[in-house]
């Protein structure tokens, strides 16, 4: 699939599938357990999308062959239906993006970007090139439009606005003690002087 349309493989596989035969060949996968004659079934050409939802069903199913208890294939059985629904809904999606495509292009057709942009510039420039008509029987107009970026540099203000970290306080300021209080020797002679005041009061020699 390209960046506007479906490729040619995709419409082909798109329209050989009837919605509603797809419908019950799911209902019988559910039943074998297996996805049987759904794999016949030209769905893996269908997109991304459908080849997604396709490998989550069967991958949904070789989980409930090999569950044993009856609890936990219950569990499986609800996923089983959920991914078929998943699938029939993807490849009604894909069904109606056809049929828009077809009835669209007969009038205004967009050609899918030839030259992707090599490297990122600061100025960026990318042309989208098309055809277009009033009616089926008018002769195609060509037309193209160049759009064009230029990068504007923004500032992270969340990362502005966030406070500087401050320095982890310690053990002691934690408890609301002095930051830093130097070791003094005047401790000493103030406890000896208290020693001797303790001994003249007391009367002792």
């Keep these: 699939m390209g960046l506007m349309n479906l490729s040619d493989r995709e419409k082909q596989a798109i329209g050989a599938i009837d919605s509603g035969a797809l419908h019950d060949l799911v209902d019988q996968a559910i039943r074998s357990e297996q996805l049987g004659k759904l794999s ?11 080849a997604t939802k396709l490998r989550y069903f069967d991958q949904a199913l070789a989980a409930y062959r090999i569950a044993k208890s009856a609890k936990k294939r ?3 059985l609800h996923s089983i239906r ?15 993006r056809l049929e828009v ?7 205004f057709f967009i050609y899918d970007p ?14 989208v090139s098309y ?3 009033r009616t089926i029987e008018d002769e195609w107009t060509s037309g193209s439009i160049i759009f064009k970026h230029k990068v504007q540099p923004r500032f992270d203000y969340h990362t502005i606005a966030q406070p500087k970290s401050k320095r982890k306080p ?3 300021e934690a408890c609301g003690g002095p930051r830093d209080r130097p ?9 000896a002087g208290s020693l001797v005041s303790a001994r003249l009061f007391s009367g002792g020699s």
């Design 40 to 50: 016949n079934l030209p769905l893996y050409n269908c997109g991304e999308y459908v």
């Design 74 to 76: 219950e569990g499986i």
């Design 82 to 96: 959920k991914a078929g629904s998943d699938l029939t809904f993807a490849f009604g999606q894909m069904k109606q």
């Design 101 to 107: 495509e077809e009835r669209e292009s007969q009038l």
């Design 114 to 127: 030839t030259i992707a942009p090599f490297r990122l510039t600061q100025d960026m420039q990318v042309r």
């Design 131 to 133: 055809k277009w008509r």
């Design 170 to 172: 310690s053990a002691r």
């Design 183 to 191: 070791a003094t020797r005047m401790g000493a002679p103030r406890a």
